[in-house]
């Protein structure tokens, strides 16, 4: 899978959100890192065409996905920051509208449901209604709906927001095999969440990007020689300050 992304800027007003943004994503685990403010959900939105760039383009598969809408969104899952979801629909019962919205047969919807509701631990709470979920459930709710169809691309804003420290431990694991065989790029200011399963980070800063690449590279940079941990830590820190 290719995605690839030819400076895109986006403004508001005279707010610069993205400032020629330029870069190549496959197959694997990226990390898109900074604080609130740096850009990080516009490029979400533009990726997922909630938002329309005022520069650029990005292709997917060497196609734009503006020309190409649908067919790129079939091959998307998303995981939103926001947990506004269907508060009366139980869980299997939002996850049966979620594959209906993405095009999956019944015949196979029956079997995905099933399977995502596994992956995120939430297969006895089916029959439980959403507003009775706690924060943590609600996030892993919108996991497993962007898991439905196993897309190629999952694009995940601040997924583990809510989420306790072993239910991130899982969210990691499962995104670091599902990025075996697909692009997963995870937006967060949370560096623990991603220093060990993202082959590339990007650091924004201010609507550009401050720095890229592999983290172990990216870390001979500091001063710091005691882990991956807290070389990124101190990285993240001094490109963000």
Same mark, same amino acid.
């Given at each position: 899978? #290719? #995605? %690839?992304?030819?400076?895109?800027?986006?403004?508001?007003?005279?707010?610069?959100?993205?400032?020629?943004?330029?870069?190549?994503?496959?197959? +694997?685990?990226?990390?898109?890192?900074?604080?609130?403010?740096?850009?990080?959900?516009?490029?979400?939105?533009?990726?997922?065409?909630? =938002?329309?760039? @005022?520069?650029?383009?990005? #292709?997917?598969?060497?196609? @734009?996905?503006?020309?190409?809408?649908?067919?790129?969104?079939?091959?998307?899952?998303?995981?939103?920051?926001?947990?506004?979801?269907? $508060?009366?629909?139980?869980?299997? $019962?939002?996850?049966?509208?979620?594959?209906? #919205?993405? +095009?999956?047969?019944?015949?196979?919807?029956?079997?995905?449901?099933? %399977?995502?509701?596994?992956?995120? !631990?939430?297969?006895?709470?089916?029959? $439980?209604?959403?507003?009775? *979920?706690?924060?943590?459930? %609600?996030?892993?709710?919108?996991?497993?709906?962007?898991?439905?169809?196993?897309?190629?691309?999952?694009? &995940?804003?601040?997924?583990?927001?809510?989420?306790?420290? %072993?239910? $991130?431990?899982? *969210?990691?694991?499962?995104?670091?095999?599902?990025?075996? /065989?697909?692009?997963?790029?995870?937006?967060?200011?949370?560096?623990? @969440?991603?220093? !060990?399963?993202?082959?590339?980070?990007?650091? =924004?800063?201010?609507?550009?990007?401050?720095?890229?690449? @592999?983290?172990?590279?990216? &870390?001979? /940079?500091?001063?710091?020689?005691?882990?991956?941990?807290?070389?990124?830590?101190?990285?993240?820190?001094?490109?963000?300050?």
């Amino acid at each position: 899978m #290719l #995605l %690839k992304i030819e400076g895109v800027s986006k403004s508001y007003g005279k707010k610069k959100a993205l400032t020629d943004f330029s870069y190549s994503f496959e197959n +694997g685990v990226y990390a898109v890192l900074g604080p609130n403010g740096a850009g990080k959900s516009t490029l979400f939105n533009i990726l997922t065409c909630n =938002l329309k760039q @005022d520069e650029g383009r990005v #292709l997917w598969q060497g196609k @734009d996905i503006r020309t190409h809408k649908d067919e790129y969104l079939a091959n998307i899952g998303f995981i939103p920051q926001q947990q506004d979801i269907y $508060r009366g629909f139980t869980f299997e $019962r939002f996850l049966w509208y979620m594959a209906s #919205l993405k +095009g999956i047969k019944s015949n196979d919807a029956k079997t995905e449901v099933k %399977k995502v509701a596994e992956a995120v !631990n939430l297969s006895e709470d089916l029959n $439980r209604k959403l507003g009775a *979920f706690s924060g943590g459930m %609600k996030q892993r709710a919108l996991i497993a709906q962007a898991l439905l169809g196993s897309p190629g691309i999952l694009i &995940c804003d601040e997924p583990t927001a809510g989420l306790d420290p %072993k239910e $991130r431990i899982s *969210f990691r694991e499962l995104v670091m095999e599902y990025g075996k /065989n697909a692009l997963v790029i995870i937006a967060t200011h949370i560096v623990p @969440d991603v220093e !060990n399963i993202a082959k590339e980070v990007i650091f =924004l800063k201010e609507g550009r990007i401050a720095a890229a690449g @592999d983290p172990n590279k990216l &870390c001979k /940079n500091t001063e710091h020689s005691h882990g991956i941990e807290s070389e990124l830590e101190a990285f993240y820190m001094s490109v963000n300050n």
